[in-house]
């Protein structure tokens, strides 16, 4: 992938107005503060010279940011692609460069209308991705979790560990033997939990584990002196009474669903995390809100005729990649 061209596009589209500022900004991963030597020998490499040539100084200063943002952003993409690719993960890292293009179509069987729709890469680095899953989510949770009775949200860490797969497998299984003891039985009834994985400042993974549960009072030291003795060696944890629900469940998830991109690249993690957590599930419900999901099965129904029986088309060729497909349901967003 090369980064220069799609950056080259995003000043031209600035240049001729067919895109805004904000638009452009809004798509900075990593804020960082822009140099503005870096950014005038950046847009000299591009050969851009135009803009600088005719305004005066403090649009140039803007236009300046906003490039080098739109360069940060495009770099970013690049290297997670790169990371990918690195540990032998080609299709997601393919799948991750096509996200957000309109790579399929929906036409209706019916009367031909034809709906546009965004691909979307599901992968935990895709930043557009993990906030459509914080907020699904929520929406799944809330409910359950309300009707399981006073919550309470905790944290349980573990000492930072060299091997991440086997650090997330410890704190799950010291996790399942906390609520298996007779104790905790009696006390915590079900919730939802969630593994987060960022690195440390001494360069190892500082794995940690939130979870919301619905059931009774536990002190923090007794929680402190349990999970010390199932872990063998950890026992910072913090409990405390969850006042907003949908705070706490974004809270959980957040973190679960968003990787600091730059700080993996920085200690040269990101390939490490990708192939490591790949379909490892780090948002999990357990106890009685198993089964409490809400499932949003609302059907997708033609805006023209009403009818939901859909084709989906490759946009570019118009190849038909499935045909008679009846129930696309709610975003309308093909799983594929
Ligand atoms: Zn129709
Ligand atoms: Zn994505």
Redesign the pocket.
């Known amino acids: 992938m090369n980064i220069v061209p799609s950056l080259q596009v995003k000043v031209n589209r600035i240049v001729d107005g067919s895109t805004s500022f904000n638009d452009v900004v809004d798509v900075g991963i990593l804020r960082q503060k822009a140099e503005v030597a870096y950014v005038l020998r950046f847009m000299n490499a591009l050969e851009f010279n135009g803009v600088l040539l005719k305004t005066d100084g403090e649009f140039d200063a803007l236009i300046a940011v906003v490039v080098w943002q739109a360069y940060l952003s495009s770099l970013s993409r690049y290297r997670i692609v790169c990371a990918l690719r690195s540990v032998g993960m080609d299709a997601q890292a393919d799948n991750f460069a096509r996200c957000g293009l309109n790579v399929y179509n929906l036409k ?1 069987c ?4 034809v709906h546009e729709v965004e691909f979307h890469c599901k992968l935990r680095v895709c930043r557009s991705c993990g906030v459509t899953r914080q907020y699904e989510m929520v929406d799944a949770w809330r409910d359950g979790l309300l009707s399981i009775g006073e919550l309470r949200f905790v944290t349980l860490t573990l000492k930072n560990v060299v091997d991440l797969d086997a650090g997330v497998k410890k704190i799950r299984s010291c996790f399942t033997k906390l609520r298996h003891r007779k104790y905790y039985v009696s006390r915590i009834y079900g919730g939802l939990y969630a593994i987060e994985c960022p690195v440390g400042k001494d360069g190892l993974w500082n794995v940690h584990l939130h979870f919301v549960y619905g059931g009774r009072y536990i002190p923090q030291p007794k929680l402190a002196d349990d999970w010390e003795k199932i872990t063998g060696d950890s026992r910072v944890v913090d409990i405390r009474k969850v006042k907003c629900v949908d705070r706490s469940v974004r809270y959980l998830v957040k973190y679960a669903c968003k990787v600091d991109v730059g700080a993996m690249v920085a200690d040269g993690k990101l390939g490490e995390y990708m192939s490591a957590l790949y379909n490892v599930r780090l948002v999990q419900a357990f106890g009685t809100l198993l089964g409490r999901r809400t499932v949003d099965d609302t059907l997708f129904l ?1 805006p ?4 939901c029986v859909w084709r989906v088309v490759e946009a570019a060729t118009g190849y038909v990649v499935f045909d008679g497909l009846e129930y696309i349901r709610s975003r309308a967003s093909p799983m594929f």
């Not at 019916?110 to 209308?113: A, V």
């Not at 023209?304 to 009818?307: A, F």
């Open positions: 209706c019916h009367c031909g209308y033609c023209e005729c009403g009818e």
